[in-house]
Structure formats: structure tokens, C-alpha cells
């Protein structure tokens, strides 16, 4: 199955945060309530220190939020086996992840 850029963006995203040990290959993996609590206490970690500003501007603290906001809006939409289910994420929020 081809995963779609906004799914590979959020993807690269949670990959960069959880590292290499908990890379995930696709976004239903964050169906399994356990791995999902995972990244969101990776995250968590990652954030818990003071912000830093990025190039553009946008502090670490809001890249993670709108990695996990848009883990929150897959996780509670209904799932099946397309990729077609959930909120795609708005073109200017995919730019502040990359």
C-alpha cells in the first residue's frame, strides 16, 4: 500500500522524536494502546525541557504538539485498513514539520 506525503510527513515526524529503537512503519501501529502510550511518554520526555527556538522560528514544544495532535486526531477517528480515515493535516502544519 503507498502511504500518502502527509502520512510519511507525520511518519518522519514521530520517528525523529522516538528514534531509531521505536521507529513504527505505519500509522495503525499507534492503534495498539500500548505503543501509542509510548510515544506519547517519548514525547513528553522530549518536551519537558525548556523550548528551543528552530531556524523558522517555531519552538521544539509546538513541533510536538502538532506531532501529537495529529496522532490524537488519527487515534480518534475510525480506523480500517485505508490510510483514508483520518484528518489529513492543513499544508502550513506539514511545513512546520519538516
Known amino acids: 500500500m503507498e502511504i500518502s506525503l502527509e502520512e510519511n510527513t507525520i511518519l518522519f515526524g514521530i520517528n525523529t522524536i522516538a528514534g531509531e529503537k521505536d521507529t513504527i512503519k505505519n500509522l495503525h501501529q499507534l492503534d495498539d494502546g500500548i505503543w501509542f502510550m509510548k510515544v506519547i511518554n517519548?514525547?513528553?520526555?522530549?518536551?519537558?525541557?525548556?523550548?528551543?527556538?528552530i531556524v523558522d522560528g517555531t519552538d521544539i514544544e509546538k513541533r510536538f504538539e502538532i506531532i501529537l495532535n495529529y496522532i490524537k486526531n488519527y487515534c480518534t477517528s475510525s480506523t480500517s485498513s485505508s490510510s483514508t480515515n483520518w484528518r489529513k493535516p492543513a499544508n502550513k502544519d506539514i511545513l512546520k514539520l519538516i
Open 42 to 53: 517519548i514525547i513528553k520526555t522530549k518536551t519537558d525541557g525548556s523550548p528551543q527556538l
